[in-house]
């Protein structure tokens, strides 16, 4: 993945397509969710959304980086101004809390702000209340 350009979003692509995406890869699939070019960034973040549903995420995750780190990086995408990546950061953080992580006072400070933008989407509303419920 670290190639760049084409080479990265194939890539990428390949590991939202697969069947599990391993735990080791989240500090790379994150870096590249959270950039700037939104090609690559998409679909960066449904990997590690489906990433963050594997049943090893509370053991590796920690040992890789903090998982308080994930979740606020993951949180700040809440109010993208790109609807697919607000989607893939309430599925990541609706898998996360799943694991009994991201759930610090802060990361539900951001839901409830983004529940409360005034473009918020129906669809990203429902979903960011099943994190709260």
Excluded: W
């Excluded at 990265?8 to 590991?15: F, G, I, M, P, S």
């Excluded at 960034?41 to 449904?46: E, G």
């Excluded at 590690?48 to 949180?75: E, G, H, M, R, Y």
């Excluded at 702000?113 to 960011?128: D, K, S, T, V, W």
Aim: charged letters at 15%.
């Amino acid at each position: 993945m670290r190639l760049g350009g084409s080479h990265t979003l194939k890539a990428v692509q390949r590991l939202v397509q697969s069947e599990r995406v391993e735990t080791v890869l989240a500090p790379e699939l994150l870096h590249l969710a959270t950039s700037n070019d939104t090609n690559v960034a998409v679909p960066s973040f449904l990997a590690f959304a489906k990433l963050c549903a594997n049943s090893d995420v509370p053991t590796q995750l920690p040992s890789i980086f903090s998982a308080p780190d994930v979740a606020l990086a993951v949180s700040g995408q809440l109010q993208s101004p790109d609807i697919r990546i607000q989607a893939a950061a309430t599925l990541a953080l609706t898998n996360l809390t799943s694991h009994n992580l991201a759930l610090e006072s802060t990361i539900l400070s951001r839901v409830v702000e983004a529940l409360e933008a005034e473009n918020a989407h129906e669809g990203i509303q429902r979903a960011l209340l099943g994190y709260i419920g």
